[in-house]
């Protein structure tokens, strides 16, 4: 089955660590997504990368890092610098041609207490 | 920069009732504009998209939209709604820059409740 995979599912962390957010899809998609979702927030944009080794920052990327070494893969690090990084974060995938529409992962929910 | 707005933050339909629900846009040229749907603590599903053409698509599970330029609208309707339909439904905007296709721009969502 094709598709976006994240994975955990729930994640807990300390204030002041850095966690890293998988992000996984087999759909052989070129650009691939960052979002987070907060309550009465729509999702709004982290990162975004149309290429391998390239991507750039969405509309609230301070605090974020990513990186894209392989085309299947876009990790996403929450680090300490995010001021409130309890969230609902959410991977998409697109092609770059025809149709654009971004297909979604489950999600991973984040709390840092 | 392009914006989304949906206005209603709740809807409450009753079951076999018919369903629309608002979505505007502000941008300057003509935008890709999509709803997706998402149930309580899951991801975000595609019902249906508009990148030109016939002004009213067809989507997933007997869900239409209607663009009206004149209007910056894309408003989702349903004919008659089941109580499966109860959700978060989200308007969302996206445009090309360079060739390639930027991150979308979400309205903040509009929560539906279906009563018997």
């Known amino acids: 089955d094709g598709g976006i995979t994240q994975s955990p599912k729930y994640l807990f962390r300390k204030e002041g660590q850095n966690v890293t957010l998988s992000c996984e899809q087999n759909?052989?998609?070129?650009?691939m997504y960052w979002y987070r979702q907060d309550p009465g927030q729509g999702l709004r944009l982290i990162y975004y990368?149309?290429?391998?080794?390239?991507?750039q920052k969405g509309d609230i990327a301070e605090g974020y890092s990513v990186s894209r070494e392989k085309k299947e893969s876009f990790p996403l690090t929450v680090t300490s610098a995010q001021k409130n990084p309890t969230a609902f974060y959410l991977c998409?995938?697109?092609?770059?041609?025809?149709?654009?529409?971004?297909?979604f992962g489950p999600g991973t929910r984040l709390t840092v207490t | 920069a392009q914006s989304v707005t949906q206005p209603d933050i709740h809807i409450t339909v009753s079951e076999g009732a018919s369903l629309e629900l608002r979505c505007n846009y502000s941008?300057?040229?003509?935008?890709?504009l999509f709803w997706y749907v998402q149930s309580p603590g899951q991801g975000l599903q595609l019902l249906l998209k508009y990148f030109s053409g016939d002004t009213l698509v067809q989507g997933i599970k007997g869900f239409e939209a209607e663009f009206k330029r004149s209007q910056s609208s894309f408003n989702l309707r349903k004919p008659s709604v089941h109580w499966s339909d109860a959700a978060e439904y989200f308007c969302a905007v996206g445009v090309i820059v360079g060739g390639g296709a930027d991150g979308l721009t979400f309205g903040k969502g509009t929560h539906l409740i279906i009563q018997p």
């Open positions: 990368s149309q290429i391998v080794n390239d991507f």
């Open positions: 998409a995938s697109s092609t770059r041609t025809g149709a654009y529409e971004q297909y």
């Open positions: 759909l052989n998609h070129d650009a």
């Open positions: 941008y300057g040229a003509t935008p890709y």
